[in-house]
């Protein structure tokens, strides 16, 4: 029971005793619940807790908070070695040693019966759910751990492209960037048939004296002789299953349209989709009028329609199995490997025009002021009135019409777009974050090489659908919580207190104010922003508050989205191509009885605890794997072009050299420090810069500079140039204000650069968003 006070706040040894009584387990809610605190007391609790983490007496998570140095519920940790009875020994893989010491040891348990794909070995990473133990053990262990999953096993093979050599035998190219130019050499007898331009495995063999490290092919996995198959490199890379097992592709041929028994009949009211013009799936559709209610006079009803996946693809099926396995679809320029097979999301889970589709559709009552006045879910069989590209619908709100949107404008599209006008004043007065971050998408030609790479144009109508999505998002999270039901958050945690700490510091060098004060909001980065929009280190800055975000993640606990600025979010508008979606489908489905397919009763906070942890790491290893296609596309199409120069910008400053981003292709490379010229470079983090030990001249990020191509390796990805643009020389006494200070940068080069804002994930990877958003 909470412990009612009558007056002010618990003091700060209190708050400290009841963390330290409940190890992982406390939030803001449960101090608030135990000290019976209002809600309007919440501001001054978030501020407490804060300086209570500035000192270091606490330290926080995500919504979680604890003592210094104890390890959340779920973590991923490196199995480094094994104890005196032969047990597993892991430490955390993210570890600040400065702070925390030496890493906390985790005794892996093994129990007899280990599910497949659990057989953890020294060398490996993996997901572990962890529990404190009562007493340390004579070998130091703090910790016991239970695998989850393996993530990443010990490195004894390299994956590569095989050349062959005249007389038999070959080299391994190896496809990881950090191996580049680090060839193995192939025996005759060891190629295992391997030909020229395969993709293959290769075991390491230990090396005897002086040359290339010797490797033997393991398995042959693909042949690369067209550039329509680099995406297979991150493909296999990092073990994305491709093919779905006999199983699941039976229950997918097995499956039937589904039909009114138990649905709504929505079929007649005009939906539409809205989607990029190579969408092969389209599973939101969006409709909108003015509401008739009096009591609502200027407000409109939105309705958010979302394939019923859930209706196909029931808890412990084999879809489900590979499913969760995938995690969410993972999108390449030359193809899409999907999470549920074709059947499902190209046919009967995609809202086709004129075909009746089952859907979970919210219907949202939005106020005057955009504000969401109520919501319902409803099971409903639909009908698509149209399938739209973005540039298609906005085209026709700018008078350009064609045979599709003609018959559309005034009926649906005018009402979808005045009652986005309406929400937009109501986003606007939540300021979520407002970062301006480039989003390229690479065009390929019909043979598999690139085409050319464009920054497609922000419009309305992406930002229409967005923040339907949005709305139909936060509505899922309330209802279930409403209904007590586990799910899957989507969360994002504000920047930690190091990486605001080195913000400040950053834009101090540039003689902007960075108030950091109370409750840390979007808006107190969006100020900052708004200061050198318009001016030269307008990039600079939106990169440098970018990399200081935390990443968006799943998560079983809420603790809110702050890029967003909402307390509740989860993912309710793509079950075709994250699992999570689909999850929250389940909870819908059983809060609200709505019939087959819904969550089993049985399901634990804890179990979805691990399946957050889960897919928040496949999430990011499609991230990853996209982003090396991208890289390894845009090196072959450079390759010819050695000696070429380039304009770019500076992306990253680190001890090993400069990274510059061209700015017609958005390709990556690096410049070595010990080419950058005559004098010593140090690397100064607190700038961004790399600073001449004898001039002082800078190379700082977001400098516009000039770049030679000297080399290309496409198998790799990898880009190296040579600087041809003089550093910048220190400027002494100039005005100091906003203008002179990005001046003072890059004199007379800057560029204004409006685009998207997320910046977390791919071009192209998504049609709703990126990391951090959504």
Known sequence: MAKQRDRGFPTTDAIVAFIRAHPGKVGTREIAREFGLKN??????????????????????????????????????????????????????????VEGGEPPKIRIHSPKRQQAGTAAGIGDRALLRVEQLEEHDSEGTVYRGRVIKIIDRARTRVLGIFRSLPGGGGRLIPVDKKQAGRELNIAKADTRGAEDGDLVSVDLVRSRGFGLASGKVKERLSSLASEKAI?????????????????????????????????????????????????KDHDDAVHAEPDRDPNNKGGYIVNVAIADVAFYVRPGSALDHDALERGNS??????????????????????????????LAVRLVIGKDGRKRSHSFHRILMRSAAKLHYAQAQAAIDGRVDDTTGPLLAPILKPLYDAYAVVKHARDERDPLDLEIPERKILLKADGTVDRVIVPERLDAHKLIEEFMILANV???????????????????EPSLEKVHALQEFLKTLDLPFAKSGVLRPSLFNRVLAQVKGHDAESLVNEVVLRSQAQAEYSAENYGHFGLNLRRYAHFTSPIRRYADLVVHRALIRGLGLGEGALPDSETVEHLGEVAAQISLTERRAMKAERETADRLIAHFLADRIGATFQGRISGVTRAGLFVKLEDTGADGLIPIRTLGSE??????????????????????????DVRLVEAAPVAGALRFELLSEASLPQRGRKRHASAATAKIDPGRGTRRKDRKEGMQKSGQSKKGKSWKH
């Open 40 to 97: 309007s007391d919440r501001a001054e609790l978030k501020r407490i807790l804060r300086e209570l983490a500035d000192k270091g007496t606490i330290k926080k998570r995500g919504r979680e908070i604890s003592e210094p140095d104890i390890l959340p519920a779920t973590v991923l940790a490196d199995i480094t070695s094994r104890d005196s009875d032969g047990e597993l020994i892991a430490i955390p893989a993210e570890w600040d040693e």
């Open 330 to 359: 993972v999108y390449f320029p030359d193809r899409v490997v999907p999470m549920l097979p074709e059947r499902i999301s190209n046919d009967l889970c995609s809202l086709v025009p004129g075909e009746p589709r089952g859907a």
């Open 680 to 705: 010593y470079f140090n690397y100064d983090e607190t700038r961004h810069a790399l600073v001449g030990s004898r001039s002082g001249a800078m190379h700082r990020l977001g400098d516009v500079v």
């Open 475 to 493: 509505a899922a999270a309330e209802m279930l919580e409403r209904k007590t039901l586990p799910l899957i958050y989507r969360v994002h945690d």
């Open 231 to 279: 995406s297979l490199i991150a493909i296999h890379a990092h073990e994305i299953p491709q093919g779905f097992s006999p199983s699941a592709l039976r229950e997918a041929e097995e499956a039937r349209p589904a039909s009114l028994r138990g649905r709504e009949d929505w079929r007649d009211v005009p939906l539409l989709t809205i989607d990029p013009p190579d969408a």
